[in-house]
Structures are given as structure tokens and as C-alpha cells.
């Protein structure tokens, strides 16, 4: 059983603090070249195709504030 | 703001995983890859699958997590330093059909509350105690906290921490698990997927445990505190793999 | 019939605890009062009441338990005497910041430090002027009598709850541990968890149900929040000024003398105003019973007729500067007292009076 994923960054509470990214087993989550209006660079959905919707980033998120989709492929 | 792209994938159908209903809006003060945001996670996580929210009352410490009652929608007390296990006492012997759990960290519980811990461990209080050991003191500023371990550097020991000025790390899960009124004493982390999974299912134990009237369940998750170990998010977990979970190694130490 | 037994201080308050449907007691042992709680366990009431005691760990952890509770809306209630008392000061000053209701009892021993187990009145200041930091009062009562004693658990909690802050029974050694008869009261029933939802839902931590989250804290990091509490604070305080005093008087229609005393030394002082007025002194006697909110205006009140005051004491002299405050320089202020567990009898305090007032 195959899947693809998707995740949704708010991108405004986003700390930057990279801990989804290094817990991220498909590279889809990089931190983005720009920052919120807090002055954090943000997680974003970098490699779109890659995401199985494992959400391992949602799970170690300390914000809360990754939502992850998947469906059957 | 979201980073929506045209995707066919994010529809409400395809949900795997959001945030808690039982978390606030409210944005946390916790630094960024601050591990008191996950572990608040997972409990109002637990929370909302036992569906007790009506019925649960937290008691946050004085330490990082003194706004603990900002982000987990719930009611809360707020103790004084050390005190969460003497409220907790009195309020689930007056009300012991509700759930309640203390929230703590490394000063409140294992310095300053040594003998509230203690003592409402031995008398078996039907209550959680969920204490975060980072091995310093967070808001205050990087001192030195009973469980930092030896030759750490914080703010009252710059040159590192030294056995005969400082005495040792203390390791109270373990003094706990000794006394008869625990029944459930575990160290767990939460800087990874598989940690994060493991300490929430300790936590719902605990929780399941107090209508049991087993006696005290006592999770100490081993943290990290990245802006006062003066490393960024994911090297403080990984020098926290590295060097705190040999002297606090993850696992039950009593399961009754 | 009212039910009447001979009872010590310290076990009246431990039956009328039981009787005023009091939810929990959690305290430690310390002399000159330990037979609250040993009454309390003897007696049982968690089998009849449902009432919960504890013996805590220390004075910091009982009177964190009150917190905990009075958080929940529940009647609970310690004692201990001075020098435990100094250890829940913390937690009394929190309570009053987080604005919780609750009673603590202070059989009040000799000390500073370790002290003795005698008798003294040296925590007036302790209890009337704020022992824990910051500006706040408790409502405090004294207590002269054994049915005082039991009468005031009453009290305390009524006014503890009607103004949501800490209460307290302001006793000593000796009161606490001699025998009177008491009478005890009808018991009062202990309110449902249903009841306290309702009647202090707003405030207390129930358990979110129906409602929005509670949280109990005294933290408030912005000045001017912090400000708002303080100016709450001190509007409940100047109206329980206004409203709350109690006090007794004692031959002071025409008196031209007046001694002011409470507790213990208000007892005695009824004998030396009985042999004042055998030897012509006119000689009256007030018997502050609220210490806060303290009997400003009645001492004022009764300047106009006076001569002198003595303020009779079983400390250094410390209720004698509020009655200073009151008096602002209109009539000599004097003072008698014996420190350190030291009873002072009838007479003395007679001798006393005599010689500072030269007669």
C-alpha cells in the first residue's frame, strides 16, 4: 500500500526550529528562504512529490502547527 | 497564513493528523524546538482521546511552564515553586472522581519540591506527576538544576559542574520508583517520532492508571533546553541522545 | 436540647470543623495544637461527613494543600502555630493574590525562632500586618473563649468565602489547650460537587464542563494588571473595614480608663477592670475581636470620654501601635506586656496601669 502526502505549514506560528525536518524521512520539509512576521524562516512543503503523509514532522512539531493529508494511491 | 499549494491531497477527507482541539490558539512563549511544546501536545492529545476534558485539572509549576494554563484548554491550578504535588493532593482527595496531574520541571519537582515529590509518591496519590528534565533552569536564565550532569557549563557553574562543590546529578525517577505508593515510574523523550509515539501511550497509562487507584504514575521525559545549552533545536536533541540518556536512560523502571 | 461537652480549645475546632461541614483539614503536627488534628482523626469524619484529613509532610506542603483545594471551590482548613505558621506565609500570600478562600488556625506559641510552647500573642503583626510578601490582609479573628473557638470556624469560613480570601483564627497556647464548655451546633451539611459548580463555577477549577477553563494564579508579569489585582485587593479591604468589625465591650459606658486586649489577655484584663473599678478607677475594657479589620473607629469613638489607654499584651507591644494609629496623639497611649510564654496575672497588669497613669 502505497501513499502520498501532503502537509500544511502556519507559516506565521512556524519557529524555524527544524526538528520536523530532521525527523523528515522523504525530504518533502525544508525550511523556507524567508521568514513570518516574527522573523522566522518557516517549514514549508519544499519537495511536494516526496510526501507520504507519514507525518512524522507534525508529530515532533512543539507548535502544532503542521497539518498533514494522505491518500491511497 | 498557510502555505497552501493547488493539491488535490489537502482536502478534509484526507486528514492524518492536526493539531489537538484541547490546545489553545494561543501561540506558545516556549523557544523554538522547546520539547515542553510537545510533551503539552501529547497530554491534550491524550486528553482528547479519553474525552476527559470536563474532568481534567492540571497544575502548572514556576519554571518555563508556568503558562502551561495558556495552551492546554483546561482548567488549572498554578503552584507555588515546588508545591504542584501538595495541590494535586488536595484535589484529587476532594475530587476523586476527576483527573488530575502535575506539570513539572527540573527545579520545581526534583530541588525546591524534593519533599512534596516525595511524600505524595509514598502516600500513592491517584495523581500523574509529568516532570521534564532538561538539567537546567530554563527561565531563570540557565542555572544550575539538580540533574545537570557533571561537567555541564550553565550559569552558576561556568567551568562545569564539579562533585565536590555541587554534589551529583540527582536521580529522583529512580529514588521514586523505590517508594511503595508508585505504580507506574518511566522515563521517556520526545525528539522523535517513535520517542514522541512511546511517551504519549506512557502518558495515557498514567492517566488510565489514576481511576485504578494504583497509587502515583510518575513520567519523567529527559529534554532538551536548546537556548540555555547554547545550541540550536536539533543539535540540542542530539547531545541529548548523546549524553543525557546514558545517565537517564529511557524505559519503565516499575510497571505495577 | 443543646448538646454541651468540656471540651480544650484545639478539639473544638476539630468538632466544629466536622460540624460546619468543613471538606478538608491537612496539617502537621506542632505543640501547642496538635490535638486539632489528632481530634480530627479520632473522630473519624470522613466515615460520616465524607470530610478528608491529612497529615501532610510539613506546614509548606498543608497549607499548599489548602491551595490546591480552596482552588476547587472546597472548605478546607489548617493549624498550626507560629513557627509553622512563618512556613505557610508563602502560601497564605498567594491564596489572598489568587483571591481563595480558606481558614487557618495559629495557636500562637512564644518565640521569635524555635521559641516555647507557652502561650504568647507575639504574631499579631505575622497576621494582621501580612506575614507572607506583598499588600494583602486576611480577615483575622481572636478568640477568647473555647466556644469561641469552636464558633469561629463558622465565621471564618462564612467571611473567607464571602469575600474569597484566606481567614484566620488567631488563638494561643492557652486558649487552645484549656477546657470550657461548649456548646455545639446543628450539623451543616457539606456541599455536593454539583452545588459548588454552581454556586463558584466562575471561578473554580471543577472541571471544564459547560463553561470556559478556570485557572487560579497570582501571576500577573504586566504592571498594570498586577496593579488592577492590587487596587481590587485593596477596595475588598477598606469595605470589609467598613462592614466586618466585631469587638466586646466591657464596663466602658463610663469608663475613663481603657484597656484594650485580646484573647488570653482580654481574659485576664476582665479580672483587673473588676478590681480597678473596686478600688474607683473608672476602667473599661474593649475586646477587639475582628484584629482585622481592627475597631478603628470604635476606639475613636469613645476618645472623647477618655483619659488614657493601655494596651495589654503577651508580646513587645505590637496590637498597641494600631490602637497609636487610631488614637493619632489625643489621649496617652501606654502599654504592658510579658514576652516569651510568660502569662502575666490580673494584678500585675493592675500595677502596671497605676504606675504608668500615676494613680
Known sequence: MAFKGAVVVDTEKCKGCGVCIANCPTDTIALANKVNSKGYPYAMMANPDNCIGCANCAIVCPDSVITVYKVKI | MQTTMDNDIIKPENLVYGKSKVLTDTVMHYCPGCTHGVVHKIIAEVIEEMDIQDRTIGVCPVGCAVFAYKYIDIDWQQAAHGRAPALATATKRLYPDKYVFTYQGDGDLASIGTAEIIHACNRGENIVVIFINNAIYGMTGGQMAPTTLLGMKTATTPYGRKAELNGYPLKITELVAQLEGTCYVTRQSAQNPASVRKAKKAIRKAFENTTQKKGTSFIEIVAACNSNWKMAPVKANKWMEENMFPFYPLGDLKDR | MAEKLLKKGNEAIALAAIRYGVDGYFGYPITPQSEVMETLMEEMPWET???????????????????????????????????????????????????????????????????????????????????????????????????????????????????????????????????????????????????????????????????????????????????????????????????????????????????????????????????????????????????????????????????????????????????????????????????????????????????????
Open chain 3, 49 to 359: 461527613t465524607g470530610m478528608v484529613v491529612l497529615q501532610a509532610e510539613s506546614e509548606t506542603s498543608s497549607i499548599n494543600m489548602l491551595y490546591g483545594g480552596a482552588c476547587c471551590g472546597k472548605k478546607v482548613m489548617t493549624s498550626s502555630s507560629s513557627p509553622g505558621i512563618s512556613l505557610m506565609c508563602e502560601g497564605i500570600s498567594y491564596m489572598a493574590g489568587s483571591e481563595l478562600p480558606c481558614l487557618v488556625v495559629n495557636v500562637t506559641r512564644g518565640g521569635p525562632g524555635l521559641g516555647t510552647i507557652q502561650p504568647s500573642q507575639g504574631d499579631y503583626f505575622q497576621a494582621v500586618k501580612g506575614g507572607g510578601h506583598g499588600d494583602y490582609k486576611t480577615i483575622v479573628l481572636a478568640p477568647a473563649s473555647v466556644q469561641e473557638m469552636y464558633d469561629f470556624v463558622g465565621t471564618g469560613f462564612d467571611l473567607a468565602f464571602k469575600y474569597r480570601m484566606p481567614a484566620m483564627i488567631l488563638s494561643d497556647g492557652a486558649i487552645g489547650q484549656m477546657m470550657e464548655k461548649v456548646e455545639l451546633r446543628p450539623q451543616v451539611q457539606r456541599l455536593t460537587d454539583k452545588e459548588i459548580a454552581e454556586k463558584y463555577g466562575d471561578w473554580a477549577t471543577t472541571g471544564k464542563s459547560g463553561r470556559k477553563a478556570n485557572f487560579i494564579s497570582s501571576l500577573a508579569l504586566e504592571a498594570r494588571d498586577m496593579e488592577q489585582i492590587n487596587l481590587r485587593l485593596q477596595a475588598k479591604y477598606r469595605l470589609i473595614e467598613e462592614t466586618e468589625v466585631l469587638f466586646e465591650k466591657h464596663l466602658c459606658d463610663d469608663a475613663e480608663y481603657l484597656l484594650v486586649a485580646f484573647g488570653s489577655s482580654a481574659r485576664i484584663c476582665e479580672s483587673t477592670v473588676e478590681m480597678a473599678r473596686s478600688k474607683g478607677i473608672r476602667m473599661g475594657l474593649l475586646r477587639p475581636i475582628t484584629l482585622f479589620p481592627f475597631p478603628t473607629r470604635i476606639i475613636q469613638a469613645m476618645l472623647p470620654q477618655l483619659k488614657g489607654i493601655m494596651s495589654v499584651e503577651l508580646s513587645a507591644g505590637q496590637m498597641v501601635e494600631d490602637i497609636r494609629l487610631a488614637v493619632n496623639g489625643a489621649v496617652p497611649v501606654e502599654f504592658f506586656g510579658k514576652m516569651g510564654g510568660i502569662v502575666f496575672s490580673p494584678e500585675e497588669v493592675l500595677n502596671a496601669f497605676t504606675a504608668k497613669f500615676n494613680l
